[in-house]
Structures are given as C-alpha cells and as structure tokens.
C-alpha cells in the first residue's frame, strides 16, 4: 500500500534509489526536451519532523515533535526518510531527464521523429461500431429514390 514503515513521505538521501522511482512519460514527440522525460524533486526537509533510516536500525523523529502519527523507524532502509508532516517538506529544484530526444536533421521518416514505437491494436468494440454505421449508411443510401433511379438506368438493378 506504499505505507511499509508508517504513514508519512517517503524520501532517500541516495540520487540511484530517487532515480528509480523516477518513471519516463512520453509528452510531445517535436518537444525541445525530448519525448520520453523523467523528472525528480530535490527536497528540503525539517529535521524534527523526519526518520532516518540506517539499515539494521534507524533514528526516529526529534523528542520535542508534536506528530500526531507514529513512525515505524527501526526497520526504514538505509538512505531513506519518513518525513510525518507535509508542511515540513519544501521542493528546492526540479530535475527533469530526457531520456529521447527528436532529432530534426532525420527527417520525419525516421524513428526518433515518430516518437516511441507503438503497437496498433485492433479494438473490437470501436470496429463493430463503425461496421454497423457503415452498414446504416449504405441502408440508407440504397433506400434513397435518386440513387435507385441512377442505378436502375446506368447498371440495369432493382432494388
């Protein structure tokens, strides 16, 4: 449920466990960045309001705290924090990551320009419902007095 060792912020001290975490997104294929990016926040946080965690143990909030919640520290993996209170975390940087870049000297024929590879899938449900609007049309238009005269006259059928 993402609260293993108590409820709170999860946050590391460590740039490889941040970057972990840190999922791509695919934006706009032309975009400056780059269409696939990961973006990661740089913290500051407060430190009677945080657990620290050690490995084998880990040290708890600061005893003059005033956490309604409790913090399960001693068994917080090393380089990671629990910070209990919202308002003792403030972004200082946001890192964004391009991991793609569009490269426009390739021309729009080749893959980079195309964005990430994406397989077609057929939708049955999408599919039915334009084979029956397709159907009603053709009904309707069969049903049409002008277009029975013309092909009546020019291929000889009656409909």
């Known amino acids: ?10 946050l ?14 695919y934006t706009w294929k032309y975009s400056a960045l780059g269409y696939k990016l990961r973006c990661m926040l740089v913290c500051e946080v407060d430190a009677d309001n945080v657990a620290v965690g050690s490995g084998a143990g880990a040290y708890p909030p600061a005893a003059g705290t005033s ?3 409790s913090v399960r520290a001693e068994a917080l993996p090393e380089a990671y924090l629990l910070v209990n209170r919202p308002d003792a975390v403030r972004i200082t940087h946001v890192l964004v990551y391009c991991d793609a870049r569009y490269d426009p000297s ?3 024929s080749s893959s980079a320009a195309q964005g990430p590879a994406r397989r077609w899938q057929l939708n049955w449900c999408t599919a039915l419902i334009v084979l029956y609007a397709g159907l009603m049309l053709l009904h309707a ?8 005269l013309w092909l009546r006259n020019n291929f000889e059928i009656h409909l």
């Open 106 to 108: 390739s021309g729009p």
């Open 141 to 148: 238009t069969l049903q049409n007095r002008a277009v029975k």
């Open 12 to 25: 590391t001290t460590d740039y490889g466990v941040a970057f972990s975490f840190c999922q791509p997104a």
């Open 67 to 69: 956490s309604g919640s």
């Open 1 to 10: 449920n993402g609260a293993n060792h108590g409820e709170g912020i999860y």
